[in-house]
């Protein structure tokens, strides 16, 4: 398969696109008003593993409010501006990394000159970012109504056009849908038009559990193309859930690596200790180390042993005991109850 590969734009301290690592990013759902509450949680999803991150922009005082927050974090900043290209103006002024907007909702081709203007002033790439809920009118009566990838992919474009009429080609680009299908299509459709590169996210992808299996099909689809520069996984949730769904996505396709990785077996008929409960303990004991290894929770001797000699570390259940492996090597055999204990020893050991 060919993969897509785009041209290259700079976020903050990020090359985003190209070969460049995908990056994982999410949205405040704080007040940006509320300086001290939005670098609360930004510091908190840093820690996660957020690296950039976007709040809302509804007005001059929100505006006004990026400079302050942007002082006290340490991942680029974006602004998320609907309608208002006064708000553009002052994002840009208190130092956003990235602001998204798009160009043909700002009024008349005076405001989209002042704010291409000064982004390319300060060099920072703005995102367009289409949503099948706010489709134009007029596109939407070409397809009769209805939102269709190859409807968002012409409001793309033509916002994308209205940049490039001003020379302004720091661009990334966002075709978001409530569905797969029309998600995946659309920037199918577009990674053949542009060379851009893609934020790729599933919107309104619902709670935890349904947001998680969109989200893992929709990005996963297009990440295994090679389409998305960066991902934000949107759940009906804490942002932070998000971090851990995007990270296992990327992780799963060995597209980056952070952290320990904890592989279990499903359990069947063969299985002799209280794996599932081991399983969700090791998941806790590890979930903050910073340590890019990993571990194989395997129930029993028949695959467990194999599964586990793979890992850096490894439990293979026995009855009521547990074989540890070490780069392949059992290092010991512990009763049930000493298994965890066992593992995390030897984690610290690597
Ligand atoms: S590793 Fe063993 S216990 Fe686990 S599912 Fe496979 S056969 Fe069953």
């Not at 303990?281 to 467990?304: L, P, Q, R, S, Y």
Request: proline share 3%.
């Amino acid at each position: 398969m060919n993969k897509y590969i785009s041209k290259v734009v700079k976020v903050g301290p990020y090359k985003l696109g190209g070969k460049n690592p995908v990056r994982v990013q999410s949205m405040c759902t704080t007040d940006t008003r509320d300086v001290s509450s939005t670098v609360k949680q930004i510091l908190a999803l840093e820690k996660a593993g957020c690296e950039i991150i976007r709040v809302a922009v509804p007005d001059m005082v929100a505006a006004k409010a990026l400079g302050k927050i942007k002082k006290q974090i340490h991942i680029p900043l974006v602004a998320d501006i609907h309608l208002n290209y006064e708000l553009a103006l002052e994002a840009a002024e208190q130092g956003v990394d990235k602001i998204r907007i798009n160009p043909g909702n700002i009024g008349t081709d005076e405001n989209v000159k002042k704010v291409v203007a000064v982004c390319k002033k300060k060099k920072i790439p703005i995102r367009i970012g289409i949503n099948g809920g706010s489709l134009e009118k007029d596109i939407l009566k070409k397809y009769k109504g209805k939102v269709t990838a190859a409807g968002m992919v012409e409001s793309a474009m033509r916002h994308i056009r209205i940049l490039e009429k001003h020379n302004f080609k720091n661009i990334l680009i966002s075709l978001k849908a409530s569905d797969i299908e029309r998600t995946v299509e659309a920037y199918r459709m577009l990674a053949k038009k542009v060379k851009y590169p893609l934020h790729i996210g599933v919107t309104e992808a619902g709670t935890i559990f349904r947001g998680t299996v969109m989200s893992s099909i929709g990005l996963g689809t297009l990440l295994y193309e090679g389409i998305g520069a960066t991902l934000r996984v949107s759940l009906t949730a804490d942002p932070l859930e998000e971090m851990k769904v995007a990270w296992e996505i990327l992780k799963s396709l060995k597209l980056r690596k952070r952290g320990v990785t904890v592989t279990s077996c499903p359990t069947c008929g063969r299985t002799q200790i209280d794996l599932i409960n081991l399983a969700e303990k090791v998941e806790e004991a590890v979930k903050f180390m910073d340590k890019d290894i990993h571990i194989a929770v395997m129930g029993c001797v028949v695959n467990g042993p194999g599964e586990a000699r793979e890992a850096d570390i490894g439990v293979a259940g026995g009855q009521g005991a547990g074989a540890i492996f070490r780069h392949g090597q059992v290092v010991k055999s512990v009763k049930e109850n000493e298994i965890l204990a066992a593992l995390l020893e030897e984690i610290e050991k690597l």
